[in-house]
């Protein structure tokens, strides 16, 4: 079975403080639950969790969907967006990772990138940079989620395909963002092979498509 490689780039910076950073660790069950309800999805995801805030963290390397186990995702006190480095991080891994077809077998599925950011990247240069890379790496889709008050739909619109927007940051919200996400990766299973993978499943009223 070929692999549909996902990566999730979460922003773990100072101010996802308290109750975001704790919905995001709840709806990072509800995804894993979702998706491991779907036979296909079960034989075929095989997910990366990277966190950012100062640094950028593998918290999960590519690992099958089955054999997920999530560690406690936590924040500093304060600290930057280094978006830009999560990227070349991701990069690094993507490369790694995703196995290229020959011709003598069929390599894994173009992966999937979801990126959720409550505020702007902080290292602006090098995420302009890696904005650029990202679009050499043969992403199926590239989701950006702006969660919260203080996110920017206009510095994602570099990196995604797509760009939704989370006013509220609660445990709710989250909740139904990440099931929307299970979906979106279901969804993207079902279409594998075909030219129709840059199309989404209508989110739910409390998410809000930008792009």
């Known amino acids: 079975m070929r692999r549909l490689p996902v990566y999730m780039l979460l922003d773990t910076s100072g101010s996802m403080q308290g109750e975001p950073i704790e919905a995001v660790n709840a709806g990072m069950e509800t995804l894993i639950a979702a ?3 779907d036979p296909y999805a079960l034989e075929t995801v095989y997910m990366t969790v990277i966190t950012f805030d100062a640094e950028a963290k593998t918290i999960v390397p590519l690992t099958p ?6 560690p406690q995702i936590t924040t500093p006190r304060s600290g930057p967006t280094h978006l830009g480095l999560a990227l070349e991080t991701l990069g690094v891994q993507v490369r790694a990772d995703v196995k290229k077809g020959t011709d003598e077998a069929k390599g894994d599925w173009a992966p999937y990138l979801f990126v959720m950011t409550d505020g702007k990247p902080s290292d602006t240069q090098l995420y302009a ?3 650029a890379a990202m679009r050499k790496l043969g992403f199926a889709s590239i989701i950006g989620c702006a969660a919260g008050p203080k996110a920017r739909e ?7 395909d797509h760009i939704v927007r989370l006013d509220t940051m609660d445990s709710s919200a989250f909740g139904k963002l990440f099931k929307w996400v299970s979906e979106v990766i279901a969804s993207g299973n079902k279409s594998l092979g075909t030219n129709d993978t840059k199309s989404l499943p209508p989110p739910p009223p409390e998410i ?3 792009l």
Do not use: G, P, T, W
């Open 35 to 37: 998706l491991r309800q």
């Open 65 to 70: 969907l089955e054999d997920v186990v999530l």
């Open 129 to 131: 940079e890696q904005c």
């Open 154 to 160: 206009a510095d994602l619109k570099a990196l995604c």
């Open 208 to 210: 809000n498509v930008v």
